[in-house]
């Protein structure tokens, strides 16, 4: 008998410290119950009207949480030592910024044509919240594409034509037609919703629930 690979779609944003951190926990319980799997990204901006110039990550979290800087401060330290035991290096710092990312989705949405898509994702990830590298400068994206082994010419022509603007706009309405108001959200098989960061014996437990499920 086949086994179909497991659909996972995951809605996300690169700004999101808790979506590298629940994908590293999915991947460590899709890695612990050996499931067959395929995993498609999909684009959310966690702050639409964040202007070009990015925020202060402080007065960020401080202005849309009501969070202070204290509590901001003991957050990280959370995320860092998440980060950690799941083999993510996390820098935050007190100059740590949030930037507009609708050009990320377009860089994501061009890599993904390539079958890339998830090595970008990563390479962002990384570029953002361990190297803090300013990813609303479409120069800095090209040079993450270039990195990750493709043209940075062409990433560069894309970002500054806005070739899949349209395109990642309707995907981002499409998921919060879909009730979509928070990252990360996983739904698995396009029938079961899954949000926030669960920690792998809780990803692990819903895998095993959805094999049988499934059999």
């Known amino acids: 008998m086949t086994t179909e690979p497991l659909r996972i779609d995951i809605i996300s944003d690169v700004m999101c410290p808790w979506c590298i951190i629940g994908y590293r926990q999915l991947t460590a319980a899709l890695e612990k119950t ?3 799997h395929e995993i498609h990204w999909h684009p ?3 702050n639409v009207n964040m202007p070009p110039e990015g925020q202060d990550g402080f007065e960020h979290v ?5 969070a ?3 509590q901001s401060v003991q957050n990280r330290a959370q995320m860092t030592a998440l980060g950690t035991d799941l083999g993510f290096d996390f820098q935050f710092a007190d100059n740590s910024r949030m930037h507009n990312t609708f050009n990320t989705h377009q860089l994501l949405h061009w890599a993904g044509e390539q079958d890339r898509k998830n090595d970008m994702k990563q390479a962002l990830f990384t570029a953002h919240f361990t190297h803090r590298r300013d990813l609303s400068d479409n120069a800095v994206l090209a040079d993450i594409a270039a990195e990750q082994g493709l043209d940075r010419d062409e990433a560069l022509a ?3 034509d806005q070739r899949y603007a349209k395109t990642v706009r309707e995907n981002e309405e499409f998921w919060v037609n879909q009730g979509i108001s928070g990252v ?4 698995f098989n396009r029938r079961h919703l899954v949000t926030g960061a669960q920690g792998v014996e809780n990803y692990t ?3 095993n629930q959805l094999a049988n499920l499934e059999s």
Do not use: D, H, Q, S
């Not at 401080?62 to 009501?66: D, F, P, R, T, V």
């Open 34 to 36: 050996g499931t067959p």
């Open 44 to 46: 959310f901006e966690l």
């Open 62 to 66: 401080a202005e849309k949480y009501g």
């Open 68 to 70: 202070t800087r204290e």
């Open 158 to 160: 894309v970002l500054t």
């Open 184 to 187: 990360p959200a996983v739904v």
């Open 205 to 207: 437990n819903i895998l």
